[in-house]
């Protein structure tokens, strides 16, 4: 037996799975990308890619993980001797830290809202929401203090390891964020006019269903489910051999499925209700959602239990990109926990602050036309994602026998079958697809 932590139980696994996948990318990108895209046709869409080419890889890297039961780096080079797939592991550290860089600017801004929210500041003064996000964001002072005290909170939940740390603030965090989104969907619904946002969400219009759609869909899927930057092969090497991998991974998706329509049910019928569009794009949660809920009863109460909830879900997201940094320099054998999470916390609080400025005053800093955040933003989730999730499909399909992936995968002989077929050509052909949009688009 590894003498390697491990989580206490399997619920804690797959909250902490789970969590890391329910983030940003299901409460705040999977709403305005839903809105932008026609609603219901990119939902359909979206838990088709989920299920058919998410998921297996999902469970990829659960397989990879679990069997390896170490960082990413040294479970590639154990599994897979004087070869070069561990440059995976090394990409993932790559990626993760500097989506974490820019993740962390983002949680900056929630915990602003959240101050604003408790001093009843975003209700009842007549609030240009829009000026206020442009406010807050152009704020040198205020965005890199927010964003040191959300990699602080990070730090110190990693710092604590897994049982302690992440299976406990993961347990807590999970269950209060389905509590919070159901009591808001409950006031969302019942708004009048509330039936024209959910129509939008369940009644198909066709006319969305064409190539365009079914990429950006995919792509969806795969940063929701956070395939492809190794966090999921570093959870699940925390994962005892005894653990059933597919289930684990079919109730991960599950609950990102889930949580990512829970999210629509919030935003889409308040915004129809009170006659907004649900195209206003990224700024929907910080611009649109505040104005929607300031103009019902207990407005102010609703929009501060939204950010919390928002700010759970980022930093269940954000521990997991951490914690794949934090295991590779545990693994190096050069560092403690402590002394890695501090280390690592501080390098990408660093690398982040150019991402916390780029909206003030580094505003006219560009790179290929895009400011610092939104090219992070752009080669971690459209180049270095792909390719990750590319390779470890590949890893899966090919590296392991059938011998080994049938031991792995503890399922029925058909499920095996079809899995296999979708890791080693369906899922490749998908990801290279988007790869070579995102180069060329």
């Not at 459209?382 to 890893?395: E, R, T, V």
Request: aromatic residues 14%.
């Amino acid at each position: 037996m590894s003498s390697r932590d491990q989580f206490a139980s399997k619920i804690g696994f797959i909250f902490a799975a789970a969590g890391s996948a329910i983030g940003l990318g299901a409460i705040w990108k999977f709403p305005y990308m839903a809105g932008t895209n026609g609603g219901s046709v990119f939902i359909f869409l979206f838990i088709l890619c989920t299920v058919f080419i998410g998921l297996p890889i999902l469970i990829a890297e659960f397989m990879i993980g679990r069997r390896g039961q170490k960082d990413p780096i040294n479970s590639f080079k154990e599994q897979a001797p004087g070869k070069p797939w561990f440059m995976i592991g090394w990409l993932g550290q790559a990626a993760t830290g500097l989506i974490l860089s820019f993740y962390s600017v983002v949680g900056g801004w929630i915990l602003s809202y959240i101050i604003r929210a408790t001093s009843m500041s975003l209700t009842g003064n007549g609030v240009d929401f829009e000026a206020l996000f442009t406010d807050i964001i152009a704020n040198p002072v205020e965005v890199l203090i927010a964003q040191a005290t959300f990699m602080l909170i990070t730090l110190i939940i990693v710092q604590a390891g897994i049982k302690r740390g992440i299976e406990v603030a993961s347990k807590w965090m999970m269950p209060l964020l389905f509590i919070f989104f159901i009591l808001l969907f409950i006031r969302s619904v019942t708004l009048d006019g509330a039936i024209e946002g959910i129509k939008f969400m369940f009644v198909p219009d066709w006319s969305y269903l064409n190539a365009e759609t079914f990429l950006l869909a995919l792509g969806q899927a795969f940063f929701s489910l956070s395939v492809g930057v190794s966090a999921m092969i570093t959870y699940a090497s925390y994962l005892s051999q005894k653990e059933k991998i597919v289930s684990s991974a079919v109730n991960v998706a599950i609950m990102n499925i889930f949580i990512s329509i829970l999210a629509g049910l919030v935003i889409f019928p308040a915004v129809f209700a009170l006659g907004y569009s649900p195209e206003q794009g990224p700024g929907l949660v910080f611009i649109m959602l505040p104005a929607v809920f300031e103009q019902v009863p207990f407005g102010g109460f609703f929009i501060l239990i939204f950010f919390i909830l928002l700010l759970f879900a980022t930093i269940t997201s954000s521990i997991a990109l951490l914690e794949v940094v934090v295991s590779i320099g545990i693994g190096e054998k050069t560092n403690t926990r402590k002394r890695a999470t501090w280390i690592y916390s501080t390098l990408i609080f660093m690398i982040g602050i150019p991402s916390a400025l780029s909206f003030g005053v580094m505003s006219d800093f560009t790179i290929m036309e895009k400011s610092f955040f939104d090219f992070i933003d752009y080669i971690t989730n459209s180049i270095m994602m792909p390719i990750g999730a590319l390779l470890i499909s590949l890893f899966a399909g090919f590296h392991y026998t059938k011998k080994i992936s049938k031991e792995e995968f503890q399922s029925s002989p058909l499920l095996f079958k079809i899995w296999l077929t979708i890791v080693r050509y369906i899922a490749p052909i998908a990801i290279a697809v988007i790869l070579i949009r995102s180069i060329f688009a």
